[in-house]
Structure formats: C-alpha cells, structure tokens
C-alpha cells in the first residue's frame, strides 16, 4: 500500500518591499512521503520570493510527467516561471529552460552545494533564463524547526533578505545568488 502525502494547510502573509508586492495567501502543501520537512519549507520559501496571483504548486514528486514543482503558467500555457529544488542535473535544467521563459533552482543542503556548483557551473553558465540561489544549511535547518500542521507565517523581503516568521520564532534566510 503506498504511502499518502501529508497535508500542511499554510496561511502565508507576505510582504516584499523589493518588489512591492503585498499579499495574505492560503495555501495548501502537500508533503510526498519522501521529502522532509527542510525541502517542503524551501518550497514555501520560493513561493514566497516569487508569489503572484498565477504562481501555482504541481504534484511535484508525485507527478510522473515533465511539469516543474511550482510554476507560474499563464492562461495560454505559456510557462513564465519554472522553478526546481535541491541539485538538478544539467540534462533537466535544460528541459525546463527551453520549455519557460525563465527558470529558477533553489539549492540547499549545505557542503554538497558547492561541490555540485563547482561540477555544473560551466554547463550552466550558457542558460541566459536560468538563476540559481544557493539557500544556507543554517536558513533550511531553522525553516523545518516553524513546521506545524496549521501554519501561519509572515513573510517580509527587503534588500535581498527575508525573514520568515511565526508567533514565536523568525528566520533570517539570506539566498547566495550562484548564477
């Protein structure tokens, strides 16, 4: 019998000086029993450095075809945004930068990340649409202690760094810009 995912109901109020964008969203997570509490919130935090009204989570881990974990698709299927978790390979950033307009990878996971970078980096480096933000071992590892069921987070952004915050704790993530 396979294991179902489990569901993180998120009340996110986000406010992004950098980008004057001020929004409460409500949002539904859902955890494939494979990925850990650190992945699920670096997947909160990319929304929250790019939340907009068509920014959507896909199934993700879950889906068997070639979609991106959390997109932003315009009503024409155009894909604006596409955006992926952990250290891709070169093969399937590729993909996903001839199929958007831009592409994002959020990196984490502390020393593998530069040796990744240092293996990758030059194969990369002709993606023109592709940003690659490394997220600190010390951020993730913080972000997985604010997991609860029922979450209620504040999102603030300014000058490139975001603090993440519940009624008892706050974050400082400060992403490192590879690419």
Not at 77 to 97: M, P, V
Request: aromatic share 8%; hydrophobic share 45%; charged share 20%.
């Amino acid at each position: 019998m396979a294991l179902k995912a489990t569901v993180f109901k998120v009340q996110l109020q986000i406010a992004d000086m950098d980008r004057h964008y001020y929004a409460d969203h409500s949002l539904t997570l859902a955890q494939h029993p494979s990925e850990n509490d650190e992945r699920m919130m670096v997947r909160l935090l990319a929304f929250a450095i790019n939340a907009n009204d068509s920014l959507q989570f896909t199934k993700g881990l879950s889906s068997e075809s070639e979609q991106a974990e959390l997109w932003d698709l315009a009503l024409d299927g155009t894909i604006n945004l596409w955006i992926e978790f952990g250290q891709a390979d070169e093969k399937w950033l590729r993909k996903a930068c001839n199929k958007a307009l831009q592409v994002q990878l959020f990196c984490y996971g502390g020393r593998v990340v530069p040796i990744w970078w240092k293996n990758n980096s030059a194969a990369l480096a002709r993606y023109q649409n592709l940003t690659i933000l490394d997220i600190p071992e010390n951020a993730v590892t913080a972000m997985a202690a604010l997991v609860n069921r029922n979450m209620s987070l504040q999102c603030n952004i300014s000058e490139g760094q975001i603090w993440l915050s519940d009624a008892n704790q706050s974050v400082l993530i400060e992403p490192i810009k590879l690419k």
